[in-house]
């Protein structure tokens, strides 16, 4: 069973479908030393195990029709599923079945490995994966937020059905979690699978926080003769910090919006890059804010030196008033984006919930207005206080 569990039921009569969202309290950081890679080898295996004997739930609600799929973080694990407004109580009791009472097989357990180390192999060949956890790696060394969500291949080989049974039990059951459900009617069924879900009233597994007691780790990049991802960031806010709204507002002025002062300056201005993006994450020791950047054979030191001085612009002076509206309404556009849908509203609320279940829309939308020029410039100089930069393809 799932201990402390929150329940949200949203009711839409104008929807034909149904988004069904799982979020768990448990993700990548939270995997023993000895074995990495075991959230997300437990959230596959969850999804493909037999139900009741017969088909895993993917397959179930595949031929209702639906989708069904999950995801492991750092810190969290969604399990999720969209179908016919119809089939809404038949999955909800199909998904917390999978998810509370599985029934283990070593023959799915080896099988799924199998996919894991193949996902594994994909990310290792993508540079733009690769970049993303050498630059948490450089930001958090040492610290289980620098770990790899998938484990390495080595970790994910070593995992047997005993060590999976027993993460399942002693760290994914006693986890905090919530549960939301947006369609068409509450389900009947919502007391019952609540019940279900939350079990007895046991005190939630802790999760206390790990002293970042490293300093993000600095090195010059070396550059090989190819075209290279670039990482540039720093530690930002907690989550549940009132701060991390303009760590947002932040990423939004860096993005790959032509609204964005430094889309004006790397594409429009230098032609330095035709593909980047920036975003903020929080957790609970720290936040990691970042800009991604695809550069060309030569171009990385100068895309690196525009990211620098617009950073550096940003926190001498903030602003303007036309780019803070923009940021502001490009936020606010991406968390009212996620209610037009389903199964995207039922994914918003739980991953916030899980962590805050009195969190919504309304009252984070209101904090993304607030943000001011001020607060954004604090933001920039924090950034700057201690920049890490990681490349990746890398010269051996």
Same mark, same amino acid.
């Given at each position: 069973m799932l201990d402390h569990t929150s329940i949200s039921s949203v009711v839409d009569p104008g929807l034909r479908t149904a988004g069904i969202c799982l979020a768990v309290d448990y993700g990548a950081r939270?995997?023993?030393?000895?074995?990495?890679?075991?959230a997300h080898v437990l959230e596959h295996l969850l999804m493909a195990n037999p139900l009741r004997g017969a088909e895993s739930l993917c397959e179930r609600v595949e031929r209702l029709g639906g989708r069904a799929n999950a995801e492991t973080g750092l810190e969290q694990m969604l399990f999720h599923a969209q179908v016919l407004a119809e089939d809404t109580e038949d999955v909800l009791d199909l998904l917390l079945r999978a998810v509370t009472r599985p029934e283990h097989d070593a023959g799915v357990l080896e099988a799924?490995?199998?996919?894991?180390?193949?996902?594994?192999?994909?990310?290792?060949?993508?540079p733009v994966d690769v970049v993303q956890d050498a630059f948490l790696a450089d930001l958090f060394p040492g610290h289980p937020l620098g770990r790899p969500v998938g484990g390495t291949a080595a970790q994910v080989g070593a995992l047997d059905l005993t060590a999976v049974t027993e993460g399942h039990r002693e760290r994914l059951l006693p986890s905090r979690a919530a549960l939301v459900v947006v369609a068409p009617f509450t389900p009947q069924n919502l007391p019952a699978a609540a019940e279900a879900a939350t079990g007895a009233a046991a005190?939630?597994?802790?999760r206390p926080a790990v002293a970042l007691d490293t300093a993000p780790r600095h090195s010059a990049p070396r550059w090989a003769d190819d075209f290279t991802w670039v990482a540039v960031g720093a530690r930002s806010a907690v989550t549940g910090a009132t701060e991390r709204h303009r760590f947002q507002?932040?990423?939004?002025?860096?993005?790959?919006?032509?609204?964005?002062?430094?889309?004006?300056?790397?594409?429009?201005?230098?032609?330095?890059?035709?593909?980047?993006?920036?975003?903020?994450?929080?957790?609970?020791?720290?936040? !990691?804010?970042?800009?991604? @950047?695809? &550069?060309?054979?030569?171009? +990385?030191? /100068?895309?690196?030196?525009?990211?620098?001085?617009?950073?550096?612009?940003?926190?001498?002076?903030?602003?303007?008033?036309?780019?803070l509206d923009a940021a502001r309404r490009q936020a606010r556009s991406a968390l009212l984006f996620g209610q037009e849908n389903a199964l995207d509203h039922a994914r918003l609320l739980a991953r916030h919930r899980v962590a805050d279940p009195a969190w919504t829309v309304e009252t984070e939308e !209101?904090?993304?207005?607030? @943000?001011? &020029?001020?607060?954004?410039? +604090?933001? /920039?100089?924090?950034?700057?206080?201690?920049?890490?930069?990681?490349?990746?393809?890398?010269?051996?």
């Open positions: 939270h995997d023993p030393v000895e074995h990495g890679g075991l799924e490995k199998t996919v894991v180390l193949q996902e594994l192999a994909a990310m290792a060949a993508d005190p939630p597994l802790p507002i932040l990423a939004e002025l860096f993005g790959g919006s032509p609204s964005s002062p430094l889309y004006r300056l790397l594409r429009g201005e230098k032609g330095l890059a035709y593909s980047f993006q920036a975003w903020d994450r929080n957790y609970t020791e720290s936040g !990691a804010w970042r800009v991604l @950047v695809g &550069a060309d054979t030569g171009k +990385g030191e /100068a895309v690196i030196e525009a990211v620098t001085r617009a950073l550096e612009e940003m926190a001498t002076h903030g602003p303007s008033d036309v780019d !209101a904090a993304l207005r607030s @943000v001011t &020029a001020e607060q954004v410039a +604090g933001a /920039a100089r924090q950034v700057l206080d201690d920049l890490v930069v990681t490349i990746r393809p890398e010269r051996a």
